[in-house]
C-alpha cells in the first residue's frame, strides 16, 4: 500500500507551491511521494523545481485527466443553466474546468492519499490524517459546514429532498484538502451519479464547480466520510482558514490558541497577490510572513526587502482608480 500526496498547480501557482512543498518537507517530512497534478499546460517552472526534489513527480496520465474532465462535462451538460450564464459572462465550456482535474487521485499511483491545492502551507504531522483513512473512505478536517452557500445552491427546492438539512450540516465540506483511496469512484459509482443528475443538478453551486461536484459525489454515494471538526475535543480542535485572524505565529508554526494548525488555507486570496509580493511589491496580506518564510525557506537570499510603507491587499482603490476604472482606462488586476 502506497501513501502519498497530490497538488494541482502549474506555473501560475509557482511561488505557492513552492512554499507548500517546502512546508510539507519540513513539518510532515519527506517519507510521502508527491504528485502534482497539472492544472493546465503550464508547467515549465514546475518541472524546474521539481528537478532537485527526488519525492516530486508530475501525474503524467493523460487518459485519467480526459476521462475526469469528461465526466465534469457530463456532470454539468445536464445543469439546467450552468452553461448559458457561464456563457454569458465570457467563459467558454466548464467553469475551472482544470480545477475539476482533483478527481485523478481516485485513480492515480497512490492507495491511499491526501489531496492538497495549491494556496496551503502545511504546518503539522499528516500522519493522523492517514491513519483516519484505516476506518473511514474520505476524511477532511474543515469547517465548510458552517457556510453550505459556497458548496450547494441553497435556493434549490430540491437541496432538502435530496439530502437533508442534519446532512448539510454535518457532511460538506471544502475541497482545498481531503484524504481518500484510489478506486473510490470507479465508473459503476460514476454511471450511478451520473443517472441522477438529470432530475438532480440543479442543487450544484456553479461558482465553485469542482467542488460542488465533489461534496455530491460524496454524500450521494454514501461514502463512509469523517470530518475531525466534529470528533476532536473543542480544546484540540483548530482553525484552518486565513479568514481567521487570531492564530499565533511562534517558530514558524501558527497556533490556535495552544494547538498547532495541520494547516493554513490562504482561500480567497488571488494567486497574483503571491506572485506581486514574490516580484517586491510591499502588499501585506493575513499571515505573509509565515508564507515567506516557507518560500524562500532553501533561498532566504532571495526573499524580498521591503523598504517601503506596505497597501493593504484588500485596500480600497484611491479616488484616480476609480475615475480611470470608471472610464475603462485601468488594468485590472494590478
Known amino acids: 500500500m502506497t501513501d502519498g500526496i497530490y497538488i494541482l498547480a502549474n506555473d501560475v501557482v509557482y511561488d505557492q507551491l513552492v512554499a507548500l512543498l517546502n512546508s510539507i518537507e519540513v513539518n510532515a517530512g519527506k517519507k510521502y511521494p508527491i504528485c502534482i497534478i497539472p492544472y493546465d499546460h503550464r508547467l515549465e517552472k514546475v518541472k524546474r523545481e521539481i528537478e532537485n526534489r527526488d519525492n516530486v513527480e508530475i501525474f503524467a496520465e493523460v487518459s485519467t485527466i480526459e476521462t475526469w474532465e469528461n465526466f465534469s462535462t457530463e456532470v454539468w451538460q445536464v445543469h439546467p443553466h450552468a452553461f448559458k450564464i457561464w456563457q454569458e459572462k465570457g467563459i467558454s465550456g466548464v467553469y475551472r474546468l482544470g480545477m475539476h482535474r482533483r478527481f485523478c487521485a481516485f485513480d492515480g499511483i497512490f492507495d491511499k492519499f491526501i489531496y492538497l491545492d495549491a494556496d496551503i502551507l502545511i504546518l503539522n504531522s499528516l500522519e493522523y490524517i492517514f491513519q483516519q483513512l484505516n476506518h473511514h473512505d474520505f476524511v477532511v478536517y474543515d469547517f465548510q459546514y458552517k457556510d453550505p452557500s459556497h458548496v450547494y445552491n441553497i435556493n434549490s427546492e430540491k437541496l432538502l429532498n435530496i439530502f437533508p438539512n442534519s446532512r448539510i450540516q454535518n457532511q460538506i465540506f471544502c475541497a482545498g484538502l481531503y484524504a481518500g483511496k484510489k478506486g473510490l469512484f470507479d465508473i459503476e459509482r460514476r454511471n450511478y451519479l451520473l443517472s441522477l443528475l438529470p432530475e438532480e443538478a440543479e442543487i450544484l453551486y456553479m461558482n465553485?464547480?469542482?467542488?460542488?461536484?465533489?461534496?455530491?459525489?460524496?454524500?450521494?454515494?454514501?461514502?463512509?466520510?469523517?470530518?475531525?471538526?466534529?470528533?476532536?475535543?473543542?480544546?484540540?480542535?483548530?482553525?484552518?482558514?486565513?479568514?481567521?485572524?487570531?492564530?499565533?505565529?511562534?517558530?514558524?508554526?501558527?497556533?490556535?490558541?495552544?494547538?498547532?494548525?495541520?494547516?493554513?488555507?490562504?482561500?480567497?486570496?488571488?494567486?497574483?497577490?503571491?506572485?506581486?509580493?514574490?516580484?517586491?511589491?510591499?502588499?501585506?496580506?493575513?499571515?505573509?510572513?509565515?508564507?515567506?518564510?516557507?518560500?524562500?525557506?532553501?533561498?532566504?537570499?532571495k526573499k524580498p526587502q521591503f523598504q517601503t510603507k506596505p497597501k493593504a491587499y484588500n485596500a480600497p482603490p484611491n479616488l484616480a482608480t476609480r475615475v480611470l476604472r470608471k472610464l475603462g482606462l485601468t488594468v485590472e488586476g494590478k
Request: charged residues 20%; glycine residues 4%; hydrophobic residues 35%.
Open 208 to 301: 465553485a464547480p469542482d467542488q460542488t461536484i465533489l461534496n455530491y459525489m460524496v454524500m450521494r454515494s454514501d461514502i463512509r466520510s469523517y470530518n475531525f471538526a466534529h470528533h476532536l475535543p473543542a480544546s484540540a480542535r483548530t482553525g484552518c482558514c486565513v479568514t481567521s485572524p487570531h492564530f499565533q505565529d511562534r517558530n514558524h508554526i501558527l497556533y490556535d490558541r495552544d494547538n498547532p494548525l495541520t494547516y493554513l488555507h490562504y482561500i480567497g486570496l488571488s494567486s497574483k497577490l503571491f506572485s506581486l509580493v514574490c516580484a517586491g511589491e510591499n502588499i501585506d496580506f493575513p499571515y505573509r510572513d509565515i508564507f515567506l518564510h516557507y518560500r524562500y525557506l532553501h533561498e532566504p537570499e
